[in-house]
């Protein structure tokens, strides 16, 4: 079966400017986490999604925000991105927890 | 909510030295899980392992949930095992908050 897949890769973003990353689980998972990696906080966690619905949010503003489609893939927005939002966003599909290779987004 | 500390945070070694890396965690937890982090950044799943031992090729973990702790055990080490190893849980919620992760051990193996 194919694993979590991501896109895009890279993303380079203009301060203000909004993000889009994506992301579609194993097939049959529905459930999607999403993680942000930033340089020398760790992994934290970001949103959950299920069943179409947004689950839980970790301590993020609300300029993160994101979607579950019927497919369960998901989208994650960042919106007036910050330097800081520079960072790799993983994201996992749960049924044991399977991480994607990830969307390392740079922004300058 | 659960912390989860790793040791030690740094770790360099000869290739064919073995290592014993350690997770301590702070509650009961429903999953517990070892990764890999490649260069790339990619997480690797080793192992889900709530309690118990087990065992995959040189890499071996075992974990005593009554006493909250797990070990990651690598033998005769690779230049390829090198990178970051994480020990992350899940809580009891039933995974309103996803994993929750240490920082790490980043461990690099020399030839």
């Known amino acids: 079966e194919a694993g979590v897949t991501q896109s895009p890769t890279h993303l380079i973003k203009t301060r203000g400017q909004q993000a889009t990353l994506r992301c579609s689980p194993i097939?049959?998972?529905?459930?999607v986490y999403w993680y942000q990696q930033a340089l020398g906080l760790g992994l934290q966690f970001l949103l959950w999604?299920?069943?179409?619905?947004?689950?839980n949010r970790g301590n993020f503003p609300p300029r993160f925000s994101g979607r579950q489609f019927p497919n369960y893939s998901s989208e994650l927005n960042v919106n007036a991105l910050e330097l800081e939002d520079s960072a790799l966003y993983l994201c996992?599909?749960?049924?044991?927890?399977?991480f994607g290779s990830g969307t390392r987004l740079t922004v300058v | 909510g659960i912390q989860v500390e790793q040791s030690p945070p740094d770790l360099i070694l000869q290739e064919g030295a073995n290592s014993t890396l350690r997770c301590n965690f702070s509650?009961?937890?429903?999953?517990l899980q070892w990764f890999h982090q490649n260069p790339w950044g990619q997480l690797i799943n080793l192992f889900y392992?709530?309690?118990g031992t087990k065992q995959n090729g040189r890499l071996s973990a075992t974990t005593v949930a009554t006493e909250r702790y797990s070990l990651l055990y690598i033998s005769s080490s690779q230049t390829t095992d090198s990178g970051v190893y994480f020990c992350?849980?899940?809580?009891?919620?039933?995974?309103?908050?996803?994993?929750?992760f240490g920082k790490g051990t980043h461990l690099i193996i020399q030839p």
């Open positions: 996992a599909s749960r049924g044991g927890y399977t």
């Open positions: 097939s049959g998972h529905t459930s």
């Open positions: 999604y299920d069943e179409g619905e947004e689950r």
């Open positions: 509650y009961s937890v429903n999953n």
């Open positions: 392992i709530p309690s």
């Open positions: 992350a849980v899940e809580g009891r919620g039933g995974g309103a908050d996803g994993l929750t």
